[in-house]
């Protein structure tokens, strides 16, 4: 009889634990999990219009039944920008995502009214929301080129006489960013060279461009148009080095770096490169040296062989730290 009751105790003790256990199991419950789903608090902006290049940012609030694994699409309603955000959680708040204006898919965001919209996985709600831009946002860095006000003065060029030749500002509502950027077209039957932009630096008023001495903590960055028609198309940058200070380069005993890039994809892609790991000629002892920069030339090259060459450039900016963050 004694080792009767002792068993049943030991069991009572057992499921006493057991039922402990599961009451302060730090893990999701099988409501969490299994449970229907429902919306307790519907989307909601933090605010409705914000200055991101005030520095200002935006955040969206949403309670749910259950964790469940979300899509929030953000989309401009003049530019088409988007910004795609995903996630899994029951409460949604500045924790899981804060927004500071950056774009997932080009063209950038500008001053303009967005839609949010809010999904779930494997259910058929769609929230929204909206957000106006008061002002986009602002990147820090060295702006090259934006093609915003023109052909700056000091900025040189060379273009072929070739056939169907096209080097001009365009703007248009393409324009990944702002409303211009830089067309380059053209054939040429016996030449890789097409036509050139030369960057010079008396152009920003300074004999070199105003960047830091660190090569491995500056990065080039570039927007680049494909055209899926003319997959021929390669760009050429190359950065010449004032070595000895004396206002000029000279290729004999100064550094040259260049970073080619074969265009074979369509539409806007933004590049970018540590301008460390960009190759050089060695000619100055193969070092590095961004703060003596006194040019950028943007060649256009194509195959001779291979018919008319298109692309188009935009926003070329020096970025210290990362990438530019679009």
Known sequence: MKKFLTITCIGLTLLSCRKDELQNSDGPSLQDIYGPFTIINTLAASQNTVDFSAGQSVYFTCELSKTINWEMRIIGQTSGAEKIVNGTSKIIDASEFTWEGSTTNLPVFRAETCDVF?????????????????????????????????????????????????????????????DSYYNMQGEVDWDWLVGLVNFNATAYGSPTLPLTSNPDNLYFNAL????????????????????????????SNEDQFGYEIIIEWAGWKLVSIKYSDIIGNGNGGGIHNPDKINKVNMLHLADPLSGIAKSKLDYIIFTENEPVNL
Not at 156 to 170: C, L, P
Not at 224 to 251: A, K, M, V
């Open 118 to 178: 809010l999904t779930f996985e494997g259910e058929t709600d769609t929230l929204t929301t909206s957000v106006t831009i008061d002002q986009p946002k602002t990147n820090e860095g060295f702006v090259l080129a934006n093609f915003e006000t023109g052909w700056l003065l000091g900025w040189t060029s060379f273009i072929q006489s070739g056939a169907s030749m096209d080097f001009n500002i365009k703007t248009d509502p393409s324009s990944p960013v702002g």
């Open 224 to 251: 680049i148009y494909g055209d899926s028609t003319y997959i021929n198309s390669r760009i050429l940058f190359q950065f010449e080095e004032d070595e000895d200070g004396d206002g000029s380069f000279n290729i």
